[in-house]
């Protein structure tokens, strides 16, 4: 199983990027899939995740700008954050909690590569 995520980079206090992150391999079913984010010298927090169902969850710091979704049938989870500040600027992680084929009955977590964000004039 692989999380491949995408679409950080540099962007201004109060623009938007969009993250992307695609799990592949032999999956039989993800029961979650969020972000999380790593800044210099803090310890990686939760930004958002999203249920199979569509129910979400945010960090007070994010509600209101950040948005996550999922596409069930590509097994991808979407970030799209809005009115971003200096203080968001981090290394982004895909998670998913999932249960593969060959473990149907044992959830696992899955990490991605990370992916950075800068926010700075």
């Known amino acids: 199983v692989q999380l491949q995520a995408s679409g950080g980079g540099l962007v201004q206090p109060g623009g938007s990027l969009r993250l992307s992150c695609a799990a592949s391999?032999?999956?039989?079913?993800?029961?979650?899939m969020g972000w999380h984010r790593q800044a210099p010298g803090k310890q990686r927090e939760l930004v958002a995740l999203?249920?199979?169902?569509?129910?979400?969850d945010y960090a007070d710091s994010v509600k209101g700008r950040f948005t996550i979704s999922r596409d069930n049938a590509k097994n991808m989870v979407y970030l799209q954050m809005n009115s971003l500040k200096p203080e968001d600027t981090a290394v982004y992680y895909c998670?998913?909690?999932?249960?593969?084929?060959?473990?149907?009955?044992?959830?696992?977590?899955?990490w991605g590569q990370g992916t950075l964000v800068t926010v700075s004039s």
């Open positions: 998670h998913a909690r999932l249960r593969t084929i060959a473990q149907v009955m044992v959830p696992r977590d899955y």
């Open positions: 999203i249920a199979k169902s569509g129910s979400t």
């Open positions: 391999g032999s999956i039989f079913s993800i029961d979650i």
